[in-house]
């Protein structure tokens, strides 16, 4: 841990004399760390778990080695697009999740206040406009984002377009679900084809994207599968897998990485050991800097963490996923996903989920700044509960420290755990 804050000060210094100097000591440490991932993964995972450390590390050393080729987006933007015409998503709430464990988020949240921006924005968003502001993270091609579930989306989003002055497309994603909307979306989206042939030079080949998104089916088909036969095993975990799970499942759907991480999932699920002690399902974000947090659920038989609601956001029973249909289907992914919409969407599809992995109960995070969380968590509690799973809602900040409240997080978390066992 002292190398790690000792790295995050130096990080802290250069971005006040030398950004590109801080900026290298990121991508160097980034680096040196992939190298471990790779040659010497942690052994408690299972392997598909150690390939996707890997997997997410290269995701997020792209924008540093090559920002010329990458697009700034927020983590629900439907990324096929982009892959198709060579973009690598450059995503804000992953990249912030990773300069915190550097432990170089604080001052970053410092400039952006500086600059005006305000204390009750979501952290995730707050660290990467002043990450930017300050000069460490790189101008990308152009920015794709969408108003989907996070307010903050519309002020950030801007913000950035406005300090890189590169080009922006923006999508918006209606309240309700109908044919209609999907349809809407999808005309958007065709836009946003054209946007981004024009700002790559590439041209899209609609074959190709019909089997990028053959592939997306498939990857969503395996997760759903994996859930529900995780049911009666044992996968130990940190608290950083279910976040990656969450991030490669939505910026890296429809490449053949993501289809091979989810094919080792169904690999690695079937050879392991029975299920042991008690499965928390976690509804938004995790905490994986909490040392409280880490010591009730990190690699514990006696508790863990079973499935994370940002890794499960749309069901393909709910709607006709047609890769022939390649817009459609991208557009379905929206407007039906699990956080849009009103609060008892999001609760039914934390419900079933939790249910699918054979949870014993779930925690309901409401992290700083996240109104649409924050609002829903009485009414997730007494839904939760009718349908049998014991809800604890805790209170905290997935990015910030400062915001992190570790006596009560430990003291309501333990007594949560303890209640489940009894």
């Not at 349908?387 to 420290?401: A, K, M, N, T, V």
Request: glycine letters at 6%; a neutral charge.
């Amino acid at each position: 841990m002292q190398i790690i804050e000792t790295y995050g000060k130096y990080i802290e210094k250069f971005g006040n004399e030398d950004p590109a100097k801080a900026r290298w000591l990121l991508k160097t440490g980034w680096s040196a760390q992939n190298l471990k991932f790779r040659f010497a993964p942690d052994k408690r995972l299972i392997p598909a778990h150690r390939y996707l450390a890997h997997l997410m590390m290269n995701t997020m050393l792209a924008p540093l080695k090559r920002p010329e080729k990458c697009s700034v987006v927020s983590i629900f933007t439907p990324c096929e697009l982009l892959h198709e015409v060579g973009l690598s998503p450059y995503n804000v709430e992953a990249f912030s999740c990773y300069l915190t464990a550097s432990a170089a988020e604080r001052a970053c949240l410092q400039q952006a206040e500086d600059q005006g921006i305000s204390e009750t924005l979501c952290s995730y968003h707050k660290t990467f406009i002043g990450a930017a502001d300050r000069g460490i993270l790189p101008r990308p091609k152009c920015i794709v984002y969408t108003n989907l579930v996070c307010d903050a989306n519309l002020l950030t989003f801007r913000y950035l377009a406005d300090l890189y002055q590169v080009p922006v497309f923006a999508i918006d994603v209606p309240f309700g679900q109908s044919h209609d909307n999907v349809k809407y979306v999808a005309e958007q989206l065709e836009e946003l084809a054209a946007f981004l042939e024009k700002c790559t030079g590439h041209p899209i080949n609609e074959d190709s994207l019909k089997e990028r998104l053959c592939i997306s089916r498939r990857t969503l088909e395996n997760i759903s599968r994996f859930q529900s036969l995780r049911k009666d095993r044992c996968i130990p975990t940190d608290l950083v897998t279910p976040l990656y799970e969450g991030m490669t499942n939505n910026i890296l759907l429809g490449t053949k990485e993501e289809e091979g991480y989810t094919a080792r999932l169904l690999k690695d699920v079937l050879q392991a050991g029975p299920a042991k002690g008690k499965k928390i399902y976690w509804m938004h974000t995790i905490p994986f800097w909490s040392d409280a947090v880490k010591k009730e659920l990190m690699f514990q038989e006696k508790a863990q963490i079973v499935g994370c609601e940002l890794a499960h956001t749309f069901d393909l029973d709910e709607y006709d996923f047609d890769p022939q249909k390649p817009y459609e289907a991208m557009a379905a992914r929206m407007v039906y996903h699990a956080l849009n919409g009103s609060a008892s969407r999001r609760i039914e599809n934390g419900i079933k989920n939790a249910k699918r992995a054979g949870a014993d109960g779930a925690v309901w995070f409401g992290h700083w700044g996240c109104k649409h969380t924050l609002g829903a968590s009485r009414i997730a509690k007494k839904k939760f509960e009718e349908q049998g799973i014991p809800l604890l809602i805790l209170d905290g900040d997935g990015c910030d420290r400062s915001h992190g409240g570790e006596g009560q997080t430990a003291t309501r978390l333990g007594a949560f755990l303890e209640m489940l066992q009894a």
